[in-house]
C-alpha cells in the first residue's frame, strides 16, 4: 500500500528521535536552533550531493536556479526559513511544511527520502541504530525516552510497579521459606530462585539505566553552560590579515576592532591572496570589494572585515575579465 504523507512525516519524525536518543547525530542537530541547523546543512553540502537531494536543497530555499551551487544556496538561506522545522521537532508546533520534513529527511539520511506519490516507504531500513535509550519516571512509573517523550508500558516482571526507580540500590533478596524435602520441595525452591534472579536482574537494568540518564543530562548541563557563558569566555573574534581568529571579548587587542563570534564565518570566511586562480567558475562563489581603487575577494558575502559599513559584492564575469584576466595578461 503507498504510503501517505501524514505517516512519512511520522516515519522521518521517529526516526529522527530514534538517532538523538542513541547519539547518532551531529550537535547542531541535538542543540536545535535555527543557526546550527543552518550549519549542519552546509557541512553536509561539503559532501557530495546527488541529484535527489540538490532538489530538496533547491525547494528548501526557494531558489531553482542550477547556476548557484548547494553550498552558496545554503549559505545565503536566512536562518529563520529553519525555525519552523525547529520548532517542530521541539515539539512547540504538530506539523510543517513538507520542504521542512524532506530537509530533516536528508540531514539524517532517511532511507526513503523523499516522499512520492503511490511511493510506499516502511522506514525498516533506519530502525538499526539500535534500541532507543530508556529511564523511568519515578513520578509515573511510565518509560520516558532520552527524548523526554513519555510513553506508557505494561507492567511486567522487569518493569514492577512496586519497584522505587529513584533508588537504583538492588533490592535485598528473601530468603527462601523452608520447603519439606521431596521432589515437591525441590521444585518451589527452584521457582523461588528463578523469581529472585529475574528480579535482581531488573534491578541492575534500572539502574544502569538511571546511571546513563545521569552521565546524558549532566553532560547536556555541561554544553549549554559553555554555550551560554560569560563574554569574557572567548565568544569573540577579530579580523588577522586573511581570516577571522577567535579571542575573549574582554581581550584587549591594540588598532583591533573585536565582534561577537559567528560560527559561520569563522569556518569559512576567509580573504583570497592569490585571485590570479580565480575564473569564470567563481561566480556565485566569490565576493568582492573595491575601495580606492584596490580589489579585494574573499569567499563569503556580508560586510567588509575592515572598513565598517561596507557590503561585498557578488562577483560578475565582466569583473573577473576587467580586473583579474587582464592583470594576468598584461604581466605575461
Known sequence: MATLFVDYQQLVRQAYERKRANNALPLGLIHLTPGNLKEECVKKCTQQVNKRDEKIIRDFCGDLNESKSCHTLLQRCDPDKFRPLVNFLKGRSEKTVEKNIELLAWLIEF?????EMGKTISGDDDTDDGPALQDVSPATGNTVMATGIPLRLVATEEHSPTENPANPEIPEIPENPIVPAGDH???????????????EKSAKKLAAAIMLSLVVGTGGMWWWKESNSTPGSGACMYWLEDHYEPVACNKKLPNTTIIPVDSMKLKYFRKITTPDTITYQAVGKVWYSKIKGKMEYYTMSGG????PGYQLRPITPYIINVHILSAVSSQQ
Open 304 to 307: 567588509h572585515p575592515v572598513v
Open 111 to 115: 532511507s526513503g527520502r523523499p516522499w
Open 185 to 199: 520441595g525441590v521444585k518451589e525452591r527452584k521457582n523461588v530462585d528463578v523469581g529472585t534472579k529475574a528480579k
